[in-house]
């Protein structure tokens, strides 16, 4: 649609509602919301879509049939066909009950250290099945692939969520994942550009600094954004981070330099740029909401994604129009952009794929394409899954460990009220009670040596570098325990879940003797590899129940 064509048609205001998505849940109900300072409510998003025009929601919570559902409501209540986005960087089911939950990307770096067509063919069916998945229930803006190339193994918020440390690697295997979004009418994105690899802050708290020159940059952060740009991506994340070589003033998000100079200009993207959710500190500190929303798109972003408040934002995004720092034409170049996007959601050609079963219907004649729900966690799903954690998988000492009476299987998490990859049923648990070693979960700020005195224990450590942590996955409380604990002779087997450099400081201090299992994925069926590989047992899912409980 041309600027033309958009002027004619929308009220300023509701131009700039387009360039808002704002966090819901993806719960039905209000007393379901479990993120109240962030989700907002049914009447305020039936208010905020009828009143502001916004241009999208990103989701989160919920099953697969609630998010179906869920998405469809969402739609019907919108002036315009919605963006309805998601951080589904390890497939759907990492956010939403029920569809393939992949292990997380850096697991395909280190089949890549192998067999890098293995990696590629792995990226490509990760990013086809995770597409499929995401239009059965109404997502059409796949946040990812992660380009960022974590080359700090004290990232705290990056970390696994990264392809690895090998810029080239990183590229090719976004390039792939990409490709395998392709044949769909779905939106991905690289992300968080330019590059949040490289640093020890968790840019949810605070504002990371990189202080490498240009050079190191084009040859390490830039190249895999650069692959992702050639290859076709339809959206670049911004980071809220201090790039001086770039800008030793904003952070990137609010950068003219780093969003249009090099990203527009220098590098030719013509996609979208949506910024990373502005109530992060990392750039809520910097300034205003007000002062946020009006300097990210002078900067050239075109979608601002979870401003505090879209009311807020609107009111001072036109402000600054009135006050001509801004103009209305800047809003028509990112509504442009806007437009031309959500014409391959809303009016995809249907000629390469004959599954389309759903054209519903949906505002200003557009239509709505679906998958069936039989499409989600399909065999063909659950074998990739398994594949790349049985490839990815590590393992040393003297396997397997024998059963035994009256011991420990102490599973440590970092967050007891937010995890949601284990209950009584999950083989973490019924795989090592068959062998005589009894549950105790606890979360990883609580933990004592007293507790464990003269019992032999097989250690499970479900930790990795997540947002808002703080850390790469090991506290200093952490560390001061499991150092105590590998002096004693109380352990018996270890199993690490999630980040490679937590196995790195485990084996740096284990004796070699001790057998253990490391898995880069968390959930049931990495779980239910590593446990039945520890005790050399079958790892068949189907028979799981069976056998274990």
Same mark, same amino acid.
């Given at each position: 649609m041309d600027k033309a064509m958009i002027s004619s048609h929308l009220s300023l205001r509701k131009k700039i509602g387009?360039?808002? @998505? @704002?966090?819901?849940?993806?719960?039905?109900?209000?007393?379901?919301?479990?993120?109240?300072?962030?989700? &907002?409510?049914?009447s305020q998003l039936k208010t905020w879509l009828a009143e502001l025009n916004l241009g999208g929601v990103i989701l989160l919570g919920g099953s697969c049939a609630e998010i179906a559902y869920r998405t469809k409501q969402l739609q019907s209540w919108a002036k315009t066909p919605l963006f309805v986005a998601a951080d589904i960087e390890e497939g759907v089911g990492q956010r939403f009950t029920g569809a393939s939950w992949f292990p997380p990307p850096m697991a395909l770096s280190k089949i890549a250290e192998f067999n890098l067509m293995d990696a590629?063919?792995?990226?490509?069916?990760?990013?086809?099945?995770? &597409?499929?998945?995401?239009?059965?229930?109404?997502?059409?803006?796949?946040?990812?692939?992660?380009?960022?190339?974590n080359n700090n193994p004290d990232n705290p918020v990056i970390n696994v969520r990264s392809f690895g440390d090998n810029p080239q690697v990183v590229g090719d295997l976004a390039e792939a994942f990409i490709d395998g979004c392709k044949p769909y009418p *779905?939106?991905?994105? &690289?992300?968080?550009?330019?590059?949040?690899?490289?640093t020890s802050t968790d840019s949810h708290l605070d504002l990371?600094?990189?202080?490498?020159?240009?050079?190191?940059?084009?040859?390490?952060?830039?190249?895999?954004?650069?692959?992702? *740009?050639?290859?076709? @991506?339809?959206?670049?994340?911004?980071?809220h981070m201090l790039v001086e070589a770039l800008d030793c003033v904003n952070p990137a998000t609010l950068s003219y330099s780093v969003l249009t100079e090099l990203l527009r200009k220098k590098m030719g993207f013509q996609g979208l740029i949506v910024t990373d959710a502005l109530i992060m500190g990392g750039v809520s500190k910097y300034a205003s909401q007000e002062e946020i929303v009006v300097k990210a798109i002078q900067a050239g972003?075109?979608?601002?994604?979870?401003?505090?408040?879209?009311?807020?934002?609107?009111? &001072?995004?036109?402000?600054?129009i009135d006050d001509g720092i801004l103009s209305e034409e800047r809003i028509d170049e990112s509504l442009a952009r806007i437009y031309q996007a959500k014409a391959k959601l809303f009016s995809p050609s249907l000629n390469s794929e004959e599954n389309f079963v759903s054209m519903t219907p949906n505002l200003e004649g557009k239509k709505i394409v679906s998958f069936p729900m039989d499409v989600i966690s399909t065999p063909e799903a659950i074998a990739t899954v398994n594949e790349i954690l049985e490839q990815s998988m590590s393992q040393g000492g003297k396997l397997p460990l024998q059963a035994t009476d009256k011991a420990i299987n102490l599973v440590v998490v970092h967050d007891l009220l937010n995890c949601d990859f284990l209950d009584r049923q999950t083989p973490s648990v019924t795989i090592p009670e068959s062998y005589g070693y009894q549950t105790q979960l606890f979360d990883h700020r609580n933990l004592s040596l007293a507790q464990y005195k003269n019992q032999p224990i097989?250690?499970?450590?479900?930790?990795?570098?997540?947002?808002?942590?703080?850390?790469?996955g090991l506290t200093d409380s952490g560390k001061a325990f499991y150092e105590e604990l590998l002096t004693t002779n109380y352990i018996k087997g270890i199993i690490i879940y999630g980040s490679p450099y937590v196995l790195d400081w485990f084996l740096q201090?284990?004796?070699?003797? *001790?057998?253990?299992?490391?898995?880069?994925?968390?959930?049931?069926?990495a779980q239910n590899l590593a446990c039945g590989q520890l005790f050399g047992v079958s790892t068949d899912l189907n028979i799981e129940k069976d056998n274990f409980l």
């Amino acid at each position: 649609m041309d600027k033309a064509m958009i002027s004619s048609h929308l009220s300023l205001r509701k131009k700039i509602g387009q360039l808002i @998505v @704002v966090r819901t849940t993806g719960y039905i109900f209000d007393h379901q919301i479990r993120y109240p300072t962030w989700e &907002a409510t049914q009447s305020q998003l039936k208010t905020w879509l009828a009143e502001l025009n916004l241009g999208g929601v990103i989701l989160l919570g919920g099953s697969c049939a609630e998010i179906a559902y869920r998405t469809k409501q969402l739609q019907s209540w919108a002036k315009t066909p919605l963006f309805v986005a998601a951080d589904i960087e390890e497939g759907v089911g990492q956010r939403f009950t029920g569809a393939s939950w992949f292990p997380p990307p850096m697991a395909l770096s280190k089949i890549a250290e192998f067999n890098l067509m293995d990696a590629k063919k792995y990226a490509e069916k990760m990013g086809n099945i995770t &597409a499929r998945e995401a239009l059965a229930i109404g997502i059409n803006w796949i946040l990812a692939p992660i380009t960022d190339v974590n080359n700090n193994p004290d990232n705290p918020v990056i970390n696994v969520r990264s392809f690895g440390d090998n810029p080239q690697v990183v590229g090719d295997l976004a390039e792939a994942f990409i490709d395998g979004c392709k044949p769909y009418p *779905i939106l991905t994105t &690289a992300k968080h550009f330019p590059g949040h690899g490289d640093t020890s802050t968790d840019s949810h708290l605070d504002l990371p600094k990189i202080s490498h020159n240009l050079h190191r940059l084009q040859e390490i952060e830039l190249l895999p954004f650069q692959q992702a *740009i050639n290859k076709g @991506v339809d959206s670049i994340m911004t980071a809220h981070m201090l790039v001086e070589a770039l800008d030793c003033v904003n952070p990137a998000t609010l950068s003219y330099s780093v969003l249009t100079e090099l990203l527009r200009k220098k590098m030719g993207f013509q996609g979208l740029i949506v910024t990373d959710a502005l109530i992060m500190g990392g750039v809520s500190k910097y300034a205003s909401q007000e002062e946020i929303v009006v300097k990210a798109i002078q900067a050239g972003a075109d979608i601002l994604l979870m401003p505090e408040n879209p009311l807020t934002a609107v009111n &001072a995004i036109e402000k600054a129009i009135d006050d001509g720092i801004l103009s209305e034409e800047r809003i028509d170049e990112s509504l442009a952009r806007i437009y031309q996007a959500k014409a391959k959601l809303f009016s995809p050609s249907l000629n390469s794929e004959e599954n389309f079963v759903s054209m519903t219907p949906n505002l200003e004649g557009k239509k709505i394409v679906s998958f069936p729900m039989d499409v989600i966690s399909t065999p063909e799903a659950i074998a990739t899954v398994n594949e790349i954690l049985e490839q990815s998988m590590s393992q040393g000492g003297k396997l397997p460990l024998q059963a035994t009476d009256k011991a420990i299987n102490l599973v440590v998490v970092h967050d007891l009220l937010n995890c949601d990859f284990l209950d009584r049923q999950t083989p973490s648990v019924t795989i090592p009670e068959s062998y005589g070693y009894q549950t105790q979960l606890f979360d990883h700020r609580n933990l004592s040596l007293a507790q464990y005195k003269n019992q032999p224990i097989l250690l499970q450590a479900f930790i990795r570098g997540n947002p808002f942590l703080g850390n790469g996955g090991l506290t200093d409380s952490g560390k001061a325990f499991y150092e105590e604990l590998l002096t004693t002779n109380y352990i018996k087997g270890i199993i690490i879940y999630g980040s490679p450099y937590v196995l790195d400081w485990f084996l740096q201090r284990l004796n070699p003797d *001790i057998p253990w299992l490391f898995s880069y994925g968390q959930m049931k069926e990495a779980q239910n590899l590593a446990c039945g590989q520890l005790f050399g047992v079958s790892t068949d899912l189907n028979i799981e129940k069976d056998n274990f409980l």
